[in-house]
């Protein structure tokens, strides 16, 4: 028996061990895969743990994501562009640190045959989601990325520390306001909500990152937030006539590529889907 797992911030909840472990079993592969709850000072005795010979690999999810760099053995030239790793995998002892959720937020995009080659995007937020979001449409031939944040600094600085990493793109940073968002949205084929606004159980449910007005109907809005399945910003966009993108696509093909790296095998996405909607239901239901 070997142990897989995803280390998370104590109290956060994570849809990952359902949806992993319904992949294992699926294939009779013989992994559990935990829940590692870690603080920021338990984080190098964790990491260092992985190199055990039961131990295969993890996830790695906020706010673990950057400060994980520094502890492995191995980068992947994409996480050194991102600037964060959500995956390691423990190869005979030598810990390699990947970034998956960059395939995660890509193939959806195909899935609704969305072409991002030369587009125009707004990226909602500036954390690190965006961060990955942003080197993500990059490496599929965006042309123009607008990060719209609350906070203006840390946009600035999210264009500053990746606008040589995704040359030839256009970054720009703005401030949060609906001058920012007239000018953002009015070309933008793409709009992505990487701020945790929406969020299911939160002060913030019912509040979108974009004002409902300013959505084109040309546009494709896609929401990183995965619970509720319909966020009031998914609702406003269907309102405008747009197309729409849930997160739960991102967090499963994000799962499923930290999944072939470990295994070397394909996910089983279907058994992956099922598994979390049905854990999303029950918890919606309770
Ligand atoms: P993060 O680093 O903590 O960044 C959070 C972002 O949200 C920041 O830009 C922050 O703005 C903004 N924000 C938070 N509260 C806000 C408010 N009340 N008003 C306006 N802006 C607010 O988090 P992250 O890792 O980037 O994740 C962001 C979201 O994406 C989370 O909800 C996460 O669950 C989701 N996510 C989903 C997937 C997936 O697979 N579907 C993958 C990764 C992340 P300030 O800078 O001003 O604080």
Known sequence: MQFAGVISAPGKQSLSPVFQQ???DHLGIAVTYQHWPTPADGLETRVLGLQAPDVLGVNVTIPHKEACLPLVDDLDPLVRRVGAL???????????GYNTDVEGFLRPLQDAFFEPRGCTAVVAGAGGAARAVVVALA???AARIAVVNRTLERAQRLVSELSAAVKPVQLVAAIDSRESWEKAAAEAGLLVNCTSLGTAGTPEEDRSPMPSDLIRSQALVYDLVYQPAETRLIRDARQAGA???GGLPMLIYQGAASFKLWTGKDAPVDIMFEAAE?????????
């Open 139 to 141: 490496e599929a031939g």
């Open 22 to 24: 319904a992949a294992f």
């Open 243 to 245: 197309r729409t993108i």
């Open 278 to 286: 049905s854990a999303l239901a029950m918890e919606d239901a309770s």
């Open 86 to 96: 959500n995956t390691i995998f423990n190869d005979g002892g030598t810990l390699r």
